[in-house]
């Protein structure tokens, strides 16, 4: 291209700056992961995820999960838990296209249907560090109520507090929880509704590596209580952000 030309200039500035602002948003973006369940068959979960290495896959530590056709939120499958305080955990810091996110700010977003009473509690998050602690909780206990593990500041344990916000009984919950890890805080949203009042301390470090992702059924013994799992994302970019 010859560049004493000024139309060829012109040309060869707007070609640089059509793919600064097409490719400077990918990079900025990313995902650690995005699971909606579609690629999973309908089944014992243990039997219907997707091939992956032992240590990177789905472990069901209590009772059985199930992924079901029959409650869904974005597509047709869900993940299913339940009853008598089923659990299951994954780990996401390494196996098959999994890359860490180089953000200090990280948000995990999931959509969760507790199809039980209102009196009854789940752990619907429990999230560990690389260095094996637990630097989230997150708690639909019982008569709706919220409560997330924090370390108030100047004490030495964490404990559970109540949050602002109610979780509704059989219906679909969005729940967000935006981590700083440069700040060592969290801030939370139900529904996209802030419920935390002030970003909180979070209970142990997070060190912007995350290992394990834990949730569970509910804790009752009632045979058709259960709760449903879908579109789990865990992203640098804000879900809650208007397009």
């Given at each position: 291209m010859n560049t004493s030309n000024p139309l060829s200039c012109f040309l060869c500035f707007t070609l640089l700056c059509l793919l600064y602002f097409v490719a400077i948003p990918r990079a900025l973006a990313d995902d650690l992961f995005v699971i909606d369940f579609e690629d999973y068959g309908v089944g014992n979960l243990l039997e219907t995820q997707p091939q992956q290495s032992e240590q990177f896959r789905w472990q069901v530590t209590k009772d059985m999960a199930e992924v079901q056709a029959d409650v869904a939120h974005g597509g047709k499958h869900a993940l299913r838990l339940?009853?008598?305080?089923?659990?299951?955990?994954?780990?996401?810091?390494?196996?098959?296209?999994?890359?860490?996110?180089?953000?200090?700010?990280?948000?995990?977003?999931?959509?969760?249907?507790?199809?039980?009473e209102s009196s009854d509690y789940i752990v619907v998050a429990r999230l560990t560090d690389v260095t094996g602690s637990n630097f989230a909780d997150i708690h639909f206990a019982s008569s709706g109520a919220l409560k997330v593990m924090t370390r108030p500041e100047n004490e030495k344990e964490a404990k559970l507090v109540n949050l602002d916000g109610a979780w509704e009984s059989r219906q679909w919950?969005?729940?967000?929880?935006?981590?700083?890890?440069?700040?060592?805080?969290?801030?939370?949203?139900?529904?996209?509704?802030?419920?935390?009042?002030?970003?909180?301390?979070?209970?142990?470090?997070?060190s912007g590596k995350l290992s394990n992702v834990s949730f569970e059924g509910p804790h009752a013994e009632h045979k058709s209580f259960s709760c449903y799992y879908d579109d789990l994302r865990w992203s640098d970019a804000n879900p809650l952000a208007t397009k």
């Open positions: 339940g009853p008598a305080r089923s659990a299951v955990t994954r780990r996401f810091d390494g196996g098959a296209s999994i890359q860490p996110l180089l953000s200090q700010t990280q948000y995990y977003d999931f959509w969760v249907y507790p199809d039980a919950n969005r729940v967000t929880l935006k981590l700083d890890a440069a700040a060592q805080k969290f801030e939370m949203f139900l529904g996209g509704k802030l419920c935390t009042k002030s970003p909180m301390p979070l209970p142990n470090n997070f």
